[in-house]
């Protein structure tokens, strides 16, 4: 049904079970599916709704992220239980911290921003993040997230990880819409619901 409603299309890409298989064509259902799946089951949730992300690192324009990452940390575990976690994939896990950011007050959370790169113009954004905006203090924080479950959380893939997140989020902090703008990349790599790396790079402005 949602194939025929032009919600899913056909991947072409090669598969040896035998299926046929279906993928959500571009940003704008992906948006579409993630926001659905927010408005059911992730928001209804007290748990959910009454924890708190500390983003006063955000306000504050420091370089120090880590009560972030630790609040993101203890949020993840009081919202999801370890067997969740152990299976949600990295999209799951992208999209119920995007939910969390998107309720609190004092920021302005993008999902899935698009970056104009010179010769890499299909690259997004994990977060974008602004703080204090319309205000002297405005700044955008540019966030790559990385996740593993435990079970692949081996020294050899989390330091992969890391570097792949700093690699990426330095390429979108030289976007052509972030110009003039006071802009921080940060990467952060979780596993499970433990953030082992957290770290604001030097501007490139």
């Known amino acids: 049904m949602l194939y025929y409603l032009g919600y899913l299309t056909i991947d072409t890409a090669p598969v040896h079970c035998g299926k046929l298989p279906l993928k959500i064509p571009n ?9 659905c799946i927010a408005d059911m089951r992730l928001r209804p949730s007290r748990v959910f709704t009454e924890s708190v992300l500390d983003i006063s690192s955000f306000r504050e324009l420091k370089d120090d992220i880590a009560p972030f990452a630790a609040s993101c940390t203890e949020f993840l575990s009081r919202v999801f239980t370890s067997q969740a976690l152990g299976h949600m994939s990295a999209k799951a896990f992208k999209l119920a911290l995007f939910t969390k950011l998107e309720l609190m007050t004092g ?15 299909g690259k997004f954004a994990d977060r974008v993040i602004t703080v204090n905006e319309d205000h002297p203090g405005e700044c955008t924080y540019l966030i790559e997230l990385k996740h593993a479950t435990k079970t692949e959380g081996t020294e050899s893939r989390i330091g992969l990880l890391i570097s792949e997140a700093t690699e990426q989020v330095m390429k979108c902090q030289s976007a052509l819409e972030f110009r003039g703008r006071s802009v921080e990349a940060c990467s952060m790599v979780f596993i499970g619901s433990n953030c082992g790396h957290c770290q604001v790079h030097p501007s490139a402005c």
């Open 27 to 35: 940003l704008f259902m992906s948006k579409l599916f993630a926001r």
């Open 107 to 121: 920021v302005a959370a993008e999902i899935r921003n698009p970056c104009g790169l010179w010769g890499d113009g």
